[in-house]
C-alpha cells in the first residue's frame, strides 16, 4: 500500500522544546515536497516548555512574513495544547482559541492540573498507574478516555496526538467519539503511537487518521516512516488519512 503524504501538522520550534526556528522547519518542508505545514508549539501550561502567552503575537507576525516569503507551501499557525482536567479542560485561555489556525490535543505529564483534584485524579493516579490494583486501572482508563471525549466536544480540536502513548485509554470509546466531532487519530511517528492494534481498533470504529513527524529538530520535519510502516501494517487505506494526496472525507 503506497502512501503520499502532503502535510506535517505536528513540529515544534525554538518557542517550546524544539531545537530550530520557524523558518528552518518551513525550509525542511519545502525540501521534503510538503504542501502544508503546521508550527504546534507545546500549550501554557506545559511545565519549563510550554509556549507564553506573549509568544502569540510574536509567533503570528513571524508566520505571516513567512507566508509571504514561501508561497509555495501553506503554514499554519498551531498549537499541541495539553489536556488538563477530567472534564476536558485544556490549556489555551477561552479568549486565544481563535487566535490559532489549527489546535491538537494531548496528554503530557509535565503539566499544571486545572485544580488540585485533577492533579491526584489525572496526573498523579497516571504516575501511580504501573501498581495500581485492577479495578483501579479500569476506573482510571475510564476516566482518562473520558476526559479526551469532553475536550473533543468543548474545543475545536483538530488531532489528539500520540492517543495510549503517554496515558492508558479505551482506543474505540476514543475513536468513536473522534468520528462523532471530526477530530484525527495521530499516528506519531516519533513516540511510535498509535500503535498497529491501536489503529486496527480505530478503524473498525471508523477514525479518520493523520501521520505526522512530532518533529523536535528541524531535520525531523517530514520524517514519518515509522508512521507509514505502522499505517501499512495495520492495513490503513489512504483515504483515511487526512495529510494524504487520497485523502476522500
Same mark, same amino acid.
Given at each position: 500500500?503506497?502512501?503520499c503524504?502532503t ?6 520550534t525554538r518557542?517550546s ?15 521534503k ?20 502567552i506573549?509568544d502569540?503575537?510574536?509567533m503570528?507576525r ?5 507566508r509571504?516569503?514561501y ?5 499554519? =499557525?498551531g498549537?499541541?495544547?495539553? $489536556? ?14 481563535n487566535?490559532f489556525d489549527?489546535? $491538537?490535543?494531548g =496528554?503530557?505529564?509535565?503539566? *499544571?492540573? /486545572? ?7 489525572? /496526573?498523579?493516579?497516571?504516575m501511580?498507574? %504501573?501498581i $495500581?490494583p485492577?479495578?483501579d ?12 471525549v /469532553?475536550a473533543?466536544?468543548?474545543?475545536p480540536i483538530?488531532?489528539i496526538t ?8 479505551d482506543?474505540a ?5 473522534a468520528?462523532?466531532?471530526? *477530530?484525527? $487519530? ?6 511510535g /503511537?498509535?500503535?498497529?492494534d ?10 479518520c ?5 512530532? #518533529?523536535?529538530r ?5 520524517? *514519518? ?8 501494517e #495495520?492495513?490503513? %487505506? ?5 495529510n494524504?494526496?487520497? =485523502?476522500s472525507?
Amino acid at each position: 500500500m503506497e502512501y503520499c503524504l502532503t502535510a506535517d501538522f505536528h513540529t515544534h520550534t525554538r518557542y517550546s522544546h524544539g531545537k530550530g526556528t520557524i523558518e528552518q522547519n518551513v525550509l525542511m518542508a519545502l525540501q521534503k515536497g510538503l504542501k502544508k505545514i503546521a508550527i504546534t508549539d507545546h500549550g501554557f501550561n506545559h511545565f519549563g516548555f510550554g509556549m507564553g502567552i506573549s509568544d502569540i503575537d510574536r509567533m503570528r507576525r513571524e508566520i505571516d512574513g513567512l507566508r509571504k516569503k514561501y508561497r509555495d507551501i501553506e503554514i499554519l =499557525f498551531g498549537v499541541e495544547a495539553n $489536556l488538563t482536567s477530567l472534564d476536558g479542560d485544556i490549556d489555551i485561555p477561552e479568549e486565544y482559541i481563535n487566535a490559532f489556525d489549527i489546535i $491538537l490535543m494531548g =496528554f503530557h505529564k509535565a503539566v *499544571v492540573p /486545572f485544580s488540585a483534584k485533577d492533579g491526584w485524579q489525572l /496526573f498523579a493516579k497516571n504516575m501511580l498507574y %504501573p501498581i $495500581l490494583p485492577l479495578h483501579d486501572k479500569e476506573r482510571v482508563r475510564h476516566d482518562n478516555t473520558m476526559a479526551m471525549v /469532553f475536550a473533543m466536544e468543548r474545543y475545536p480540536i483538530h488531532t489528539i496526538t500520540h492517543p495510549g502513548a503517554k496515558i492508558d485509554i479505551d482506543t474505540a470509546i476514543l475513536a468513536r467519539n473522534a468520528r462523532k466531532h471530526n *477530530v484525527f $487519530l495521530e499516528i506519531n511517528s516519533y513516540h511510535g /503511537f498509535m500503535t498497529v492494534d491501536y489503529v486496527r481498533t480505530a478503524m473498525k470504529q471508523g477514525a479518520c487518521f493523520v501521520i505526522n513527524s512530532d #518533529a523536535h529538530r528541524p531535520e525531523q520535519v517530514g520524517e *514519518v516512516s515509522k508512521g507509514i510502516m505502522i499505517a501499512r501494517e #495495520a492495513g490503513l %487505506p489512504p483515504d483515511r488519512i487526512a495529510n494524504s494526496k487520497d =485523502f476522500s472525507q
